[in-house]
């Protein structure tokens, strides 16, 4: 018997690394799975999964498209894994449009329509980078581990243009404040370097990082290594 309404969950991003594994792995565990995809984005390796066929629904949708993201997470009573969000190694030509708007709006539009679905909770996938870099924790609280107090300091990474922490620091931030204000049930997670056996065609930005280092890279060696740091620090 196929799946019903109450345990239909939606994966936004789910043809990315981390998005294959959770579609994989939700499949495997009796859930049926609509994917909210990218336009333009590859996606034809989730129909090989065991456990797809009649339960696997994929559904175009751009994160600042907040219908097609309302179309793609209704019905899906069980809970919403918001993973999509923009990520690239090169340095985005316009911050606020490439990275910042799809990240914060994406995610509002995603946790709104999350609470007009009725949907039970929902998974924000957010980024060590929300975590450090923070100059300052080690000098005001020595010695105190970081913890849910603990934020990338905005102003430093804005200094030094780095966008992509700004981007998952203020998608997570607008993610809390939105659930406190509607009463909606919400779990971030911290990943940090995403490496591993890819169910996808194309690299994860992980992955490229450490190809990037075993080839020898000079051109974007320093920034790889930067990346790098910046998610392992903590």
Known sequence: ???????????TGGNGFIGSWLVRILLEKGYAVT?????????????????????????????????????AVEGCLAGVFHVASPCALEDPKDPERDLLLPAVRGTLN????????GSRRVVITSSI?????????????????????CWTDLDYCKSRMKWYPVSKTMAEKVSWEYAEKHGLDIVAINPSTCLGPLLQ????ASSAVLQQLLQGSQKKLSQGLLLARMQLRG
């Not at 065609?201 to 994860?204: A, K, Q």
Request: include cysteine.
């Open 1 to 11: 018997m196929a799946p019903t309404g109450d345990k239909r969950v939606c994966v």
């Open 35 to 71: 994917v909210a995809f990218q336009p333009g984005t590859d996606h034809s390796h989730l129909l090989s999964f065991s456990g797809a066929a009649g339960v696997l629904q994929l559904k175009e949708a751009d994160l600042l498209d907040a219908a097609a993201i309302a179309a």
């Open 110 to 117: 995603v946790l709104e329509a999350a609470r007009a679905a």
């Open 129 to 149: 980078s929300a975590v450090v870099p923070n100059p300052s924790w080690a000098t005001d609280w020595p010695g105190r581990p970081v913890d849910e107090d």
């Open 201 to 204: 065609p194309d690299l994860n």
